[in-house]
């Protein structure tokens, strides 16, 4: 699979990779068992980029993450050494007695909750608490994750310790993940970045990304990963928009998107998976996976030849 480096930095990521929240327990449960066969699978497959964080499933998804990389990696050749990324920004501490049980959107929460913690020490706390639930030495990448309602904070503390841990040289690339654009671009514009995690923002039904942000990117050398690129389900035959219902609009769009899709030969599926990356910016399309047959399938779309004129009549 064809790897992209990550802006400047020595870094480079596969086009296609793999999102943690689905095996933090996104939206329904997800069995250990499952959480590996996923992993295990993706490397299978190619894909050399794994994503996690620790708002997902409040410390699970992390540590599902690295329990499936250490055991989809055991003798494998140093030839397929994989990229990790995590995020900082909320530091997750136990519950106290009596304090129900955190869901913020996945199954079955553990006993944890999410505490935001933009301070120095609080950045540094997150990745040495990731690394730890992770069973790793080191990630490749670190994003400062749902910055929406704290940008001073990133400005005043938060961005100057992630730049430190990359010039101490503990990660490799350093960037902010978000589902806006504008506190994005004032990011890449304001701050040296490697790499912007983008979700939702430019697909085959919002392209708003290509207004601010992209512009920005390509000006400063700064690459993006593309997430959300089915908008939570729309794109892949659901009925949710962003993580709610889709109005009637929007539905008539994704119709039209499928007729002409079906007119080529080519999933709609498929469609909106490549092309985030006909934009230059882009280096990798970050999908989840909650089992290796959604991986399978993920990766079967990914590798359909699409004509050209698909793209022109979309």
Same mark, same amino acid.
């Given at each position: 699979?064809?790897?992209?480096?990550?802006?400047?930095?020595?870094?480079?990521?596969?086009?296609?990779?793999?999102?943690?929240?689905?095996?933090?327990?996104?939206?329904?449960?997800?069995?250990?068992?499952?959480?590996?066969?996923?992993?295990?699978? $993706?490397?299978?497959?190619?894909?050399?980029?794994?994503?996690?964080?620790?708002?997902?499933?409040?410390?699970?998804?992390?540590?599902?993450?690295? $329990?499936?990389?250490?055991?989809?990696?055991?003798?494998?050749?140093?030839?397929?050494?994989?990229?990790?990324?995590?995020?900082?920004?909320?530091?997750?501490?136990?519950?106290?007695?009596?304090?129900?049980?955190?869901?913020?959107?996945?199954?079955?929460?553990?006993?944890?909750?999410?505490?935001?913690?933009?301070?120095?020490?609080?950045?540094?706390?997150?990745?040495?608490?990731?690394?730890?639930?992770?069973?790793?030495?080191?990630?490749?990448?670190?994003?400062?994750?749902?910055?929406?309602?704290?940008?001073?904070?990133?400005?005043?503390?938060?961005?100057?310790?992630?730049?430190?841990?990359?010039?101490?040289?503990?990660?490799?690339?350093?960037?902010?993940?978000?589902?806006?654009?504008?506190?994005?671009?004032?990011?890449?514009?304001?701050?040296?970045?490697?790499?912007?995690?983008?979700?939702?923002?430019?697909?085959?039904?919002?392209?708003?990304?290509?207004?601010?942000?992209?512009? $920005?990117?390509?000006?400063?050398?700064?690459?993006?990963?593309?997430?959300?690129?089915?908008?939570?389900?729309?794109?892949?035959?659901?009925?949710?928009?962003?993580?709610?219902?889709?109005?009637?609009?929007?539905?008539?769009?994704?119709?039209?998107?499928?007729?002409?899709? $079906?007119?080529?030969?080519?999933?709609?599926?498929?469609?909106?998976?490549?092309?985030?990356?006909?934009?230059?910016?882009?280096?990798?399309?970050?999908?989840?996976?909650?089992?290796?047959?959604?991986?399978?399938?993920?990766?079967?779309?990914?590798?359909?030849?699409?004509?050209?004129?698909?793209?022109?009549?979309?």
């Amino acid at each position: 699979m064809e790897r992209r480096r990550l802006g400047s930095s020595p870094v480079e990521v596969t086009t296609l990779s793999f999102g943690g929240a689905a095996i933090g327990g996104l939206f329904a449960p997800v069995s250990d068992a499952d959480a590996t066969a996923a992993v295990r699978r $993706a490397r299978e497959r190619g894909i050399g980029y794994f994503d996690t964080a620790p708002h997902y499933g409040a410390g699970r998804g992390e540590r599902r993450m690295g $329990a499936a990389l250490t055991a989809a990696s055991a003798g494998a050749a140093p030839a397929a050494a994989y990229v990790l990324s995590t995020k900082v920004g909320r530091i997750i501490v136990p519950l106290g007695p009596g304090e129900p049980p955190e869901e913020e959107g996945f199954a079955d929460p553990p006993p944890y909750k999410r505490v935001w913690d933009w301070s120095a020490d609080g950045i540094r706390r997150s990745l040495e608490e990731s690394l730890e639930r992770l069973g790793a030495d080191h990630v490749d990448v670190v994003y400062l994750h749902d910055p929406d309602g704290h940008e001073e904070e990133v400005y005043a503390t938060a961005y100057p310790a992630l730049a430190a841990l990359r010039d101490e040289g503990v990660v490799g690339a350093i960037g902010a993940g978000m589902n806006q654009t504008p506190m994005l671009t004032r990011f890449v514009e304001r701050l040296d970045l490697d790499v912007v995690l983008c979700a939702g923002r430019y697909t085959l039904l919002d392209r708003s990304a290509e207004e601010d942000l992209f512009p $920005a990117c390509v000006r400063r050398g700064t690459s993006v990963v593309a997430g959300g690129v089915f908008n939570s389900g729309l794109l892949a035959g659901g009925t949710t928009y962003d993580y709610a219902p889709a109005p009637p609009e929007l539905l008539e769009r994704v119709a039209r998107l499928e007729r002409i899709c $079906a007119g080529h030969g080519v999933p709609l599926r498929a469609a909106a998976l490549r092309f985030p990356l006909r934009h230059p910016v882009v280096a990798s399309v970050l999908v989840g996976c909650r089992s290796a047959a959604e991986v399978d399938d993920n990766c079967d779309l990914f590798e359909l030849d699409i004509p050209e004129a698909l793209w022109e009549e979309l």
